[in-house]
């Protein structure tokens, strides 16, 4: 599959932002989706995920209360809306897809995600 991340830019602190991943040449819905994201200089840190038929979502701490992951998987795409966003947010942000059989895995590590994105980066300003 190939994962195409998309709506970084440029926000406020406050603000809001929704990046979007576009999959393609796979059957999408068997993946559960992630999104992780490096800041400059840190590792790749896992930010959401969400499995494949949306019934379960997991957050990091960090971001619980303010970023919501969404799915549509008629369109193949899959969403992190951002809200009350931080300096902290600042990161190049990534999609992930894990191939699963079942419906309760998720995207949460590293170690097991199949297909990365390419980055999107959003840049949260003070």
């Known amino acids: 599959v190939q994962l195409q991340a998309s709506g970084g830019g440029l926000v406020q602190a406050g603000g809001s932002l929704r990046l979007s991943c576009a999959a393609s040449g796979s059957s999408f819905s068997s993946f559960a989706m992630g999104w992780f994201r490096q800041a400059p200089g840190k590792e790749r840190e896992f930010v959401a995920t969400?499995?494949?038929?949306?019934?379960?979502?997991d957050y990091t701490d960090s971001v619980k209360g303010r970023f919501t992951i969404s799915r549509d998987n008629a369109k193949n795409t899959v969403y992190l809306q951002m809200s009350s966003v931080k300096p902290e947010d600042t990161a190049v942000y990534y999609c992930?897809?894990?191939?699963?059989?079942?419906?309760?895995?998720?995207?949460?590590?590293?170690?097991?995600?199949?297909?990365w994105g390419q980055g999107t980066l959003v840049t949260v300003s003070s």
């Open positions: 992930a897809a894990r191939l699963s059989p079942s419906l309760r895995v998720v995207a949460r590590s590293r170690d097991y995600v199949d297909y």
């Open positions: 969400i499995s494949r038929t949306s019934m379960i979502t």
